[in-house]
Nanobody, 121 residues
Framework: QVQLVESGGGLAQTGGSMRLSCAAS????????LAWFRQAAGKEREFVAG???????DYADSVKGRFTISRDDAGNTMYLQMNILEPEDTAVYYC???????????????WGQGTRVTVSS
């Protein structure tokens, strides 16, 4: 039904910036939430940032003020602008899509393949 493809990952250095993209194709939902998750080696997957169809956003405390999530309607692409990168940001980043009820996602049903971000110290 929906395919999500991440891109933009790679190697960066501490203090640098990187922009991740998530392209969505197929039938999407009218009321939805998109989010970025990440999983570092040896750690559990964690929520990074989310945005809904109504442009409501949410960020993990660890990235607040440094990361910005956005959506491009024309290109049907979602972005994660990452600034002031830290080694702790090193992880595989995934985009996810789910339906919202009262602007809340119950379950992220669709996931991309992930893009790896490495921040050197």
């Amino acid at each position: 039904q929906v395919q999500l493809v991440e891109s933009g990952g790679g190697l960066a250095q501490t203090g640098g910036s990187m922009r991740l993209s998530c392209a969505a194709s197929g039938r999407t939902f009218t009321y939805y939430g998109l989010a970025w998750f990440r999983q570092a080696a040896g750690k559990e997957r964690e929520f990074v940032a989310g945005i809904t169809w109504s442009s409501r956003t949410d960020y993990a405390d660890s990235v607040k003020g440094r990361f910005t999530i956005s959506r491009d309607d024309a290109g049907n692409t979602m972005y994660l602008q990452m600034n002031i990168l830290e080694p702790e940001d090193t992880a595989v980043y995934y985009c996810a899509l789910g339906r919202t009820v009262r602007n809340v996602v119950r379950k992220y049903e669709y996931w991309g393949q992930g893009t790896r971000v490495t921040v050197s110290s």
